[in-house]
Nanobody, 128 residues
């Protein structure tokens, strides 16, 4: 499994921006398919954004499309989630995930069951 550590959460006003980071460690030289998920109190964990291992494809949830961007800096072994035009309904704990089991270079994974490695989560709170 990969080891993932998220950072960058906090409190922001509606309409503001925030960037989450996910530091990834694992097999040297290996890029994983990555995803971001979120879970609000009393709700199920939901998909937010995903990136394939070759950085050639991304998928976004409809609720964040056009506002959030997932990206990777391979030199830093870090995956980012840039969040703009934040809304109170974006308030949640955000988790990054990695698929370290398969070599699916071009597949973008949107289901939590496709990931085997998870970070501890970082809280994002958007005030109205």
């Amino acid at each position: 499994q990969a080891q993932l550590v998220e950072s960058g959460g906090g409190l922001v006003q509606a309409g503001g921006s925030m960037r989450l980071s996910c530091a990834v460690s694992g097999r040297s030289g290996r890029s994983y398919a990555m995803g971001w998920f979120r879970q609000a109190p009393g709700k199920e964990r939901e998909f937010v954004a995903a990136l394939n291992s070759r950085d050639t494809g991304t998928v976004y949830a409809d609720s964040v499309k056009g506002r959030f961007t997932i990206s990777r800096d391979s030199a830093k072994n870090t995956v980012y989630l840039q969040m703009n035009s934040l809304k109170p309904e974006d308030t949640a704990a955000y988790y990054c995930a990695a698929d370290s089991r398969t070599n699916s270079y071009y597949t973008v994974k949107t289901s939590a069951s496709e990931y085997d490695s998870w970070g501890q989560g970082t809280q994002v709170t958007v005030s109205s």
